[in-house]
C-alpha cells in the first residue's frame, strides 16, 4: 500500500527530472474532431500503454458502431502487433511510430504526409491534456479512492467538453 488515503493508487514513473516518479491512477484519453473527448478510462497501477490500445479501438467501435477512420498515437502505444491488430479492427488508417531504430522502409512509411498529418493532430491531444490539467482539475483528484477520482476525471471531461461544444456554436 502506497497511501492510507487512497490505497488503489500507485507510483507512475514518468522520467520528469522534477518529479520521475508521481503517485495516483493513468487516465486513457479518445479525441475525436473538435477535439472532442470521446472516453475515458482510469486506469489502476501502471499498466504499459502498448497493451491499452486496442481495447481503446474495440471501446469506439462499441459507442459508434464504427471503428474510427484514422488513429494516431505515442510511441508507448507502438507494442507488437498494434498496428495490424488496428487494421484488422477496421481502422483505415494508423499513424503509430516505432520504439527504437526504424529501417529505411520504416522511415520511409513515417515521412507520408498522412502519417505526419495525424502526428501534428496528436501533439494538439498534449495540448488538451494539458488544458485538463491546468483548469479543469485532473491534475490533483479531491475526491478518494478509484471510484472518487473516476468520478472527478468524469466530471473535469464534461465540463471541458461542454466548453468546447459552447465554443463550437
Not at 484514422?70 to 487494421?87: I, P, V
Not at 499513424?95 to 502526428?119: H, N
Not at 491546468?134 to 476525471?153: A, D, I, N, P, Q
Request: with cysteine; proline share 4%.
Amino acid at each position: 500500500m502506497v497511501s492510507i488515503f487512497d490505497p488503489d493508487a500507485r507510483p507512475i514513473k514518468k522520467g520528469k527530472i522534477n518529479a520521475p516518479v508521481e503517485f495516483g491512477y493513468k487516465v486513457l484519453l479518445q479525441e475525436a474532431e473538435h477535439q472532442i473527448i470521446t472516453g475515458y478510462k482510469v486506469l489502476r497501477g501502471n499498466p504499459a500503454d502498448d497493451t491499452l490500445l486496442l481495447g481503446a479501438v474495440e471501446d469506439h467501435t462499441e459507442t459508434f458502431n464504427h471503428p474510427p477512420w484514422a488513429l494516431a498515437t505515442d510511441r508507448g502505444f507502438g507494442g507488437s502487433g498494434n498496428e495490424s491488430g488496428c487494421h484488422q479492427l477496421g481502422v483505415k488508417q494508423v499513424s503509430l511510430p516505432r520504439k527504437g531504430k526504424i529501417s529505411k522502409a520504416r522511415k520511409a512509411y513515417q515521412s507520408q504526409s498522412w502519417f505526419k498529418r495525424l502526428q501534428r493532430w496528436r501533439a494538439g491531444g498534449e495540448a488538451t491534456i494539458s488544458l485538463l490539467k491546468r483548469k479543469y482539475g485532473l491534475r490533483r483528484s479531491l475526491s478518494r479512492g478509484y471510484e472518487g477520482t473516476t468520478t472527478w476525471v468524469g466530471y473535469g471531461i464534461l465540463a471541458y467538453n461542454l466548453h468546447r461544444l459552447a465554443t463550437m456554436v
